[in-house]
């Protein structure tokens, strides 16, 4: 009868010695499956190592978990849980079952009654062994997740694990998860999309992109749609903007690194305004860019300068064209703006050349003679000598100069 002076405990069978051995000298894992639970027939029971079974087993469950007792490492614990549905019965005696089905370890322990939900009193038991063993590194510590009827100290361990552990799922563009630092290398590079960046490779990048002057526009996406004024990369590494001279307002598909495509969809972009006059020392006019030869252009085509020159430099023919500035052979003076060096000049008025007011001394000589040609006092006759010089020169005043093309961005 079972009283204060009762002792508890278990160990492995004879057949599970045997098969421990085995699998410490052959360094072969031995996995333990099923915890078997009896309840002795009412019986006190006393374990006996030559049994091969319980004497009376009332159910037989999936071991839910194994593991090592931190507290002592010869010391493996083998848990159970029982659910509110299953019960009915006393538990007097233990044994553990491997997956062989060999009834490798027997245990008694204190009568415990398992209810069931239908008595009125249902409720989780767990029921746990432990098992001192002579070596308990090639017990397989693996369970089968399907049958585990998790307790909170186990959730709460499996979390704790977890956390630390890094077996978590990576991050996608729809999903939270883990993702590793990129390097510096796999930053400048930008091939992978597993990879999270930091501010020093962030950096990296620009600065990268700012000394290569690719930082900015994005390369040309022929299955992108592009509005009017929009800037992107070509193939060839330089900067396009939709033209647009058709006025469609949109495009996609074309490509404006061919040159077919330019400059009525796709113009070179350098970032110069519209209407700029740029000093050009090529008889190879740039691509956007157009002579300022005076000759009249289309308004639609050119309607980016037209909306800056208006009609300023002549109305063309006062429909569809307007005039274009004329700088050959020309100089260009600042705008007075009130200075007073040049005033009463509008912008873009054109000068004639001229030379500024002046005079010159002239000696001339005061003789009287007399009828001999010898000179003579009181005489009436007085005779003025005029010089000049030869002439010398050009055909215009100027300075210095070297001759370069004016050219106005379009």
């Avoid at 159910?59 to 010869?74: G, K, M, T, V, Y």
């Avoid at 800037?231 to 490509?255: I, N």
């Amino acid at each position: 009868m079972i009283d204060e002076n009762s002792t508890f405990g278990g160990f492995l069978t004879t057949i599970g010695e045997a098969k421990q051995a085995n699998a410490n000298a052959l360094k072969r894992p031995w996995k333990l499956t099923h915890l078997l639970l009896g309840d002795a027939n009412g019986n006190d029971p006393v374990p006996d190592p030559d049994q091969t079974e319980l004497e009376n087993q009332v159910h037989r469950a999936a071991i839910n978990q194994l593991s090592i007792d931190p507290d002592n490492p010869a010391i493996l614990v083998v848990e159970v849980v029982l659910p509110p549905n299953i019960g009915g019965w006393w538990i007097r005696e233990l044994g553990i079952e491997d997956e062989d089905g060999d009834f490798v370890a027997v245990a008694n322990c204190p009568p415990s009654y398992k209810p069931l939900l239908a008595q009125g009193s249902g409720r989780n038991q767990v029921v746990r062994m432990h098992l001192i063993l002579s070596n308990t590194a090639n017990v397989e510590l693996k369970v089968d997740p399907s049958v585990v009827l998790a307790t909170r100290e186990y959730v709460d361990k499996e979390i704790e694990a977890h956390i630390a552990s890094r077996n978590h799922p990576d991050a996608t563009t729809t999903a939270k998860g883990f993702v590793q630092f990129a390097t510096k290398q796999e930053h400048l590079d930008g091939q992978r999309d597993d990879r999270a960046a930091k501010p020093s490779g962030v950096k990296a990048m620009i600065d990268k992109a700012v000394l290569a002057g690719a930082y900015q526009f994005a390369a040309y996406d022929p299955d992108r749609t592009y509005t009017t004024g929009e800037v992107c990369r070509g193939s060839d590494g330089q900067f396009y903007e939709f033209y647009d001279r058709d006025l469609t307002g949109e495009v996609q598909g074309v490509d404006p690194a061919v040159s077919d495509n330019r400059p009525h969809v796709w113009m070179i972009w350098d970032g110069v305004k519209p209407g700029t006059t740029i000093v050009w020392r090529s008889e190879t006019i740039p691509e956007g860019y157009g002579v300022n030869d005076g000759a009249d252009r289309d308004r639609s085509d050119y309607r980016r300068v037209f909306a800056v020159f208006g009609t300023k430099y002549g109305e063309g023919d006062g429909e569809k064209t307007f005039g274009w500035p004329d700088d050959r052979g020309e100089f260009f003076r600042g705008l007075d703006l009130d200075r007073g060096v040049d005033p009463g000049r509008e912008l873009s008025e054109h000068q004639d050349d001229e030379l500024r007011s002046h005079d010159h001394e002239i000696k001339t000589g005061n003789n009287s003679y007399d009828g001999t040609g010898l000179p003579q006092t009181g005489s009436n006759h007085t005779l003025v000598d005029t010089n000049r010089t030869e002439y010398t020169g050009g055909d215009e005043t100027r300075p210095r100069n070297n001759a370069v093309i004016y050219l106005t961005k379009i």
